[in-house]
């Protein structure tokens, strides 16, 4: 690719400074077309539970106006502005076989009628919090938005967000040039900063699937994850513990999201177990191929301690036991900060960990996992790459699918094919 992010760079810096502060500089400050141009509005499209959706965030008191196929629709207020959250938030049913749609005279994705690319990203918010400060203000430590430029120069057909949206938890001190003036906590200020100013070329790229995080939990950013992206319909001062799954048909393809952020890591628990294994279960009734995305992988490795594998969740692997249903090919994840693609020697499906969006990353993950054992599975072929940030594309090609994981500026790092429930790979 050529020179993909200083290019995006020029075309976001009108957007990014607003008419507002341009006419600031330009000392016309009272301006009326600068005024009337002064409103914000972020626009996107993602799957929820009813199907798609357009949304938009804005700073105006009425929700824009949309059309879809020539047609003006009407979007409905999804969220009131609050002291926290002072933006209204709209949202639009799309219908299936829509052609063209446009929010404020804007036009927005929309999917093929059927997915052959699509963008995995996860765990991108910038880490402040007691025991790490990351340099939010550094495209170095903090890449999020050069990898979400390069990912949307690549015109992907869907973004799958795994999760882990927001990690600005605490106030960074003034005396921190890395990520001095950053906002934290679960408000607007903190949602436009670690997600919708980064992603603002991959929000407009390609609908999204936004996959709930463990940092989007009510206690820690569930408020702005139930108002922005929460696939659930919004209420004032609500938010749902434990989120439903649901299916996105994507064409020769069937997606299903779950919310796993309660499922303990490191011991079984035992009153959560069994809804995971219902919610496992049910998915039989899926026909054709499955993929399943959710936060947390059932195997994975953060690291190796003792020769003892760490980073598979033992809640989720005690609930999946015996009843993922054989149509279910591949699991899409995040939460270890690090890439993996791997497949294992007995029959279970193909797992992706692509927590390597942004956070700071785990240093101890293995690079060679071929023959290592996680709790009850091993890994038959697979790739790790440790301490390189970056997202991954995975592309339809003649019936099969094509994994390749890129770093920050778009260089691939490494392939793999998908051939049922098998990886090969190549590093």
């Not at 049913?93 to 009628?113: C, D, E, H, Q, Y």
């Not at 679960?186 to 709930?212: C, H, I, M, S, Y």
């Not at 995305?293 to 015996?322: C, I, Q």
Request: charge should be neutral; charged fraction near 20%.
């Amino acid at each position: 690719m050529d020179f993909p992010y200083p290019i995006r760079i020029i075309r976001r810096g009108w957007s990014l400074l607003g008419m507002a502060r341009l006419c600031a500089l330009v000392a016309i400050a009272n301006s009326t077309a600068c005024a009337a141009n002064a409103a914000e509005i972020y626009a996107w499209t993602q799957y929820a539970r009813d199907g798609l959706e357009a949304r938009a965030a804005t700073n105006e008191t009425t929700c824009p106006k949309a059309e879809i196929d020539g047609r003006e629709a009407a979007m409905i207020e999804r969220a009131r502005p609050n002291k926290d959250f002072p933006i209204l938030v709209c949202s639009l049913a799309i219908p299936k076989g829509a052609v063209n749609a446009s929010i404020a005279a804007r036009p927005f994705a929309l999917p093929p009628s059927s997915v052959n690319k699509i963008a995995l990203i996860g765990d991108t918010g910038c880490r402040l919090n007691a025991l790490s400060l990351q340099g939010c203000n550094s495209i170095k430590s903090w890449p999020f938005r050069l990898a979400a430029d390069v990912a949307a120069e690549m015109e992907p057909d869907l973004v799958v967000h795994v999760g882990d949206l927001i990690y600005r938890e605490r106030p960074c001190p003034r005396s921190t040039k890395g990520c001095a003036g950053s906002p934290h906590g679960d408000n607007w200020e903190t949602w436009k900063a670690d997600v919708f100013e980064p992603a603002r070329a991959l929000l407009g790229a390609a609908p999204w699937v936004f996959v709930r995080g463990n940092h989007e939990i009510c206690d820690r950013s569930g408020s702005g994850w139930s108002r922005l992206v929460g696939p659930l319909p919004f209420t004032e001062g609500a938010c749902a513990s434990q989120e439903p799954p649901y299916t996105i048909d994507l064409g020769q393809l069937t997606l299903a999201v779950l919310d796993v952020t309660r499922a303990e890591d490191r011991a079984v628990d035992d009153g959560l177990a069994p809804m995971f294994k219902q919610q496992f279960a049910d998915l039989a009734k899926v026909e054709g191929p499955l993929w399943i995305a959710m936060h947390k992988p059932l195997h994975a490795s953060a690291r190796v301690k003792d020769g003892v594998n760490e980073g598979d969740n033992k809640t989720l692997v005690a609930a999946a036991r015996g009843v993922i249903p054989p149509n279910a090919q591949l699991l899409l994840s995040g939460h270890i900060h690090t890439f993996q693609a791997m497949s294992y020697v007995d029959d279970r499906p193909a797992q992706i960990v692509a927590g390597h969006g942004g956070v700071i990353l785990d240093a101890f993950a293995p690079q060679n996992i071929d023959g290592l054992a996680m709790g009850e599975a091993k890994v038959d072929r697979g790739v790790g790459l440790t301490n390189v940030f970056g997202f991954a594309m995975l592309a339809r090609r003649d019936g099969e699918w094509l994994l390749t994981d890129f770093d920050t500026h778009g260089q691939p790092l490494a392939r793999c094919h998908l051939r049922g429930r098998k990886f090969d790979c190549d590093p």
